[in-house]
């Protein structure tokens, strides 16, 4: 079977299979014409509301014929509707950019806060939050000024006839802006604000005339009817004071016992100098007061004055050993004669150095004089 040969016919082949073509896309748009329908509706749904509303916004339907202002007592409505109109209310009142108008209107000196709003057809609500006036500062020029409690300085100070003068804050910063300046400014403000609720007990507050805060932590207020500064420190404001003015009356009316009881030293310098105190420290951390004067009866200077409130007597008894020395001479009445003089031999420069004291004395009083006149004016100031 094998040598048989066999015959196979061979399978006839299959013709090649048809490529598909794509249709050319020119030919599938003309075949496919809703399609441009389709994007004309669409095109006409966008572009006519558009167009209408366009035109609506331009018609006299919605040009601006009102603005209403709410919350505005000391800012002026009429310049609040000046800046709604010049921001392009002729345009009508969906012409209107109300985020610039409200940011233009937070630029008035009493404005907190602003809301712009639209009110079909034809008006713009604006609602404002005011600023309101806390306390008044004393600028580093010497003028006064309202502050809000954010530290903003808003107008100067007029006091009205008849109504009370409020104690001034000194040490307000106005001249740097910065963050730090404006933080320290707040403090300066809280703390004015807890020595006034402190002082309130008792009608303190009433008595003073200025509270300074240049150093936040170390208070100071002025008496009103003496101009004494007291020291308060940082806390218990209201006791504080109150032992300040016991002290004080104690040392005019020359009460030693009340003096002793609250540990006053060199009670006698005190007592010889009572109408001289200018300032009362009451920050001692033993608990002692401090009086400083401003001229002593005995001629000492005021510095010295300082130092037997934490000296005691012994400053002032180490001075009276010091003249006694001026009695040698009576011992040496021969070397004395030779001394003497010289000096007379030169006469000429005694008169010379009594000029610059002279000139010393004019150098002192002018700021006396001038200080005078400062406070004069405050008082009339409070008066008014």
């Known amino acids: 079977m094998s040598d048989r040969q066999q015959n196979i016919a ?39 509301p558009v167009a209408a509303f366009a035109y609506i916004a331009r018609s006299e339907a919605f040009a601006l014929r009102r603005v209403d202002v709410v919350g505005a007592k000391r800012t002026s409505k009429e310049k ?12 009508g009142i969906f012409g209107l950019d109300l985020d610039a108008v409200r940011k233009s209107i937070e630029q008035e000196r009493y404005v907190r806060s602003a809301a712009v709003v639209r009110v079909l057809p034809d008006a713009i609500l604006v609602r404002i939050e005011e600023r309101e006036p806390s306390i008044v500062a004393r600028l580093g020029t010497g003028k006064l000024v309202w502050v809000d409690a ?31 300046v404006t933080a320290e400014n707040k403090d ?15 009608d303190l507050w009433s008595r003073i005339d200025e509270v300074d805060l240049r150093f ?47 540990r006053v030293p060199d009670v006698g310098t005190l007592l010889a100098s009572a109408d001289s105190i200018n300032q009362i420290d009451m920050t001692r951390a033993n608990g ?17 004055a300082a130092q037997p409130a934490t000296e005691g007597e012994a400053a002032s008894a180490a001075k009276p050993p010091a003249r006694p020395e001026a009695a040698k001479p009576e011992s040496k009445p021969e070397t004395k004669p030779e001394a003497k003089p010289k000096p007379a031999q030169t006469p000429a420069p005694t ?32 008066r008014t």
């Open 10 to 48: 061979p399978r006839p082949k299959r013709p090649p299979a048809r490529k598909r073509t794509a249709p050319v896309a020119s030919n599938r748009r003309k075949a496919d014409p809703r399609r441009w329908l389709k994007y004309g509706l669409i095109l006409m749904a966008v572009v006519a």
């Open 80 to 91: 609040i509707e000046q800046i709604v109109r010049q921001a392009g209310g002729e345009s």
């Open 150 to 180: 954010e530290a903003h300085v808003l107008e100067d100070f007029r006091a009205e006839r008849g109504a009370a003068v409020p104690p001034p804050l000194a040490g307000f910063e106005d001249g740097d802006k910065s963050d730090r």
């Open 188 to 202: 300066r403000i809280a703390t004015y604000g807890k020595i006034r609720e402190a002082l309130a007990a008792d």
């Open 216 to 262: 936040v932590k170390d208070a100071s207020v002025q008496l009103a009817d003496n101009a004494i500064v007291v020291r308060l420190g940082e806390g218990d404001y209201h006791g504080r004071l109150t032992r300040a003015l016991v002290l004080l009356e104690a040392a005019r009316r020359g009460d030693t016992e009340t003096l002793a009881r609250y």
């Open 288 to 304: 002692s007061v401090t009086f400083s004067f401003s001229k002593l009866k005995n001629g000492a200077e005021p510095a010295a």
């Open 351 to 382: 008169p010379k150095p009594a000029e610059p004291e002279g000139g010393r004395k004019r150098t002192v009083t002018k700021p006396t004089a001038a200080a005078t006149e400062f406070r004069s004016a405050r008082s009339e100031t409070r």
